[in-house]
């Protein structure tokens, strides 16, 4: 068995056995519905939809990628060439209102350099919207497309569902190019997540999880950026104040490659 394929391997074991647990949950409010107090009633409809809407989309999930570990190849080279020539000192990485499903890296005037959308197969905006509305975007599995600035698809990112997190990149063409690993500082005890092409990471990001600030560096420890979670800049307040997502303060701000927007959306995917 292939690295990717023992990894795909184990994601799907974990969202298995996370999507069965809050199946059970939902089943509990279910049954809570009927014999607690009437009060309650709107209360257990909500969180039985949410842990049951989860769950369901863990056990799909899980069953997916317990098939793919049985075909998908080793991880390949990412031939990816697209990069943004230059980018503006400071930039918003945010959710788009009301779309869980959908985020932009956008510039303080509101243009946008990229954005990823979620790969969904509920074709009726209403089914969407209750979906996005009545899941933990947290724990539940998704499938992004991410395009560059000029609406080109490049990649596609995988976050896997579960207590544990992990996500994949894919190149258009469906071949594996990179994963993320997380681990800690031993001295710091801050977070430390991986991007891994090959068996090499070529960027990385540190900090602190509670607060949401993170250093993204290359493979020589160059910060190329700052990111920082719930920080609204000022200068465009009244644009992403309902927009949650994180203040991207660039240090290196030329020649910005594709692999490092694909890793930043995939952190932000983390958070959704």
């Known amino acids: 068995m292939s690295l990717v394929q023992n990894m795909i391997y184990q994601d799907a074991r974990r969202q298995l056995w996370t999507g069965t647990?809050?199946?059970?949950?939902?089943?509990?409010?279910?049954?809570?519905?009927?014999?607690?107090?009437?009060?309650?009633?709107i209360i257990s409809v909500v969180y039985a939809a949410?842990?049951?809407?989860?769950?369901?989309?863990?056990?799909?999930?899980?069953?997916?990628?317990?098939?793919?570990?049985?075909?998908?190849?080793?991880?390949?080279?990412d031939r990816?060439?697209?990069?943004?020539?230059?980018?503006?000192?400071?930039?918003?990485?945010?959710q788009k209102a009301l779309k869980s499903f959908q985020a932009g890296l956008f510039d303080m005037e509101?243009?946008?350099?990229?954005?990823?959308?979620?790969?969904?197969?509920?074709?009726?905006?209403?089914?969407?919207?209750?979906?996005?509305?009545?899941?933990?975007?947290?724990?539940?599995?998704?499938?992004?497309?991410?395009?560059n600035q000029r609406g080109q698809s490049l990649y596609q990112i995988e976050k896997k569902g579960g207590f544990q997190w992990r996500g994949y990149i894919q190149r258009k063409d469906g071949g594996y190019v990179a994963y993320t690993k997380q681990t800690k500082?031993?001295?710091?005890?801050?977070?430390i997540t991986r991007y891994?092409?090959?068996?090499?990471?070529?960027?990385?990001?540190?900090?602190?999880?509670?607060i949401g600030h993170y250093k993204i560096k290359d493979h020589e420890g160059r910060v190329w950026a700052v990111i920082k979670r719930g920080a609204i800049p000022r200068e465009a307040a009244e644009r992403f104040e309902k927009m949650p997502g994180y203040l991207v303060e660039w240090n290196i701000r030329d020649n910005i490659p594709a692999s490092l927007l694909a890793f930043l959306f995939l952190l932000q995917s983390k958070e959704r």
């Open 196 to 210: 891994i092409e090959m068996d090499q990471c070529r960027w990385s990001a540190e900090g602190d999880d509670f």
């Open 110 to 147: 509101g243009e946008s350099y990229g954005e990823i959308q979620e790969k969904i197969q509920w074709k009726h905006k209403i089914l969407t919207m209750f979906t996005a509305m009545f899941s933990y975007d947290q724990l539940r599995p998704a499938v992004y497309t991410f395009k």
């Open 21 to 41: 647990l809050l199946s059970f949950i939902s089943i509990v409010f279910i049954l809570g519905m009927v014999t607690v107090n009437p009060s309650s009633f």
């Open 80 to 94: 990816t060439q697209d990069l943004l020539t230059r980018v503006p000192a400071r930039m918003y990485m945010g």
């Open 50 to 77: 949410i842990f049951a809407i989860t769950g369901a989309a863990l056990l799909k999930g899980g069953y997916a990628d317990l098939q793919k570990s049985k075909t998908v190849l080793d991880f390949e080279s």
């Open 185 to 191: 500082n031993k001295g710091t005890g801050q977070r």
